[in-house]
């Protein structure tokens, strides 16, 4: 996909959320109608292993994934922090969101110790899949455009060449307590095996959504974001 079609892609969604949030109640729907539209997309291991390459020696490594939507389908362009911050998008990487099984994953456990359990990963996506519309609603004054994932939560993996790993949506509330649902936010949750009947017993989601933006993590360092914003 060519670097116009990816800005276009990225700023119709935002012209969506931006409709939202004045008031046009059809424009939730719509914005629903796509967050609904796959279950998950996956990473394999070469994009992995070139990420770490252009990341290189940086203090702070993360995978930022756009939301975008092209042709009526929502797509996901990831891109590693060193290169978007630099404005260098000859590296990104499109990806479909599915309801296709995942195909061809792997099928061992994980090797480091993770962050969460695989039950508490299922419950998170089904917070998701079962809220999403009041989620939604709540978080309607700042609806997120891209989710910074920490690099580590793919390197942890640990794939071998032809793997791929498995990522889906959840919501999740950082107090680790029952609050409103304006207290939760968006994640992008990473398991290594998941097939009919079972999935890895550990997961990584340490993903943060974009926007509010943070002064350790200004919005310069989205220049994806900023060019598609610009985008005619």
Known sequence: ????????AV???KTLID???NGNTQSGKEIIKYLNQGTH????ANEIKEWKNLLGSEATKSIHAYIGIDNESLKIFLIDSKSDAQGNFNYISVKDFTR????DIANTELDSEPPITSESAIYRNFRFNMYCSAWLEAQKSE???VISIPFDDYERMNLDIDQSCTCFFGLTNE????TSINDYHIEIITVKDIDINSISQSAENYSTPRPPFTASDPVGNYQLLLKSDAYV
């Open 19 to 21: 409709s939202y949030k």
């Open 1 to 8: 996909m060519d670097i116009d079609t990816i800005y276009q």
């Open 100 to 103: 296709l099984p995942p195909g």
């Open 41 to 44: 997309f996956s990473v394999d």
């Open 175 to 178: 107090l680790q307590e029952n």
């Open 11 to 13: 700023k119709s969604w």
């Open 143 to 145: 609806l997120f455009q």
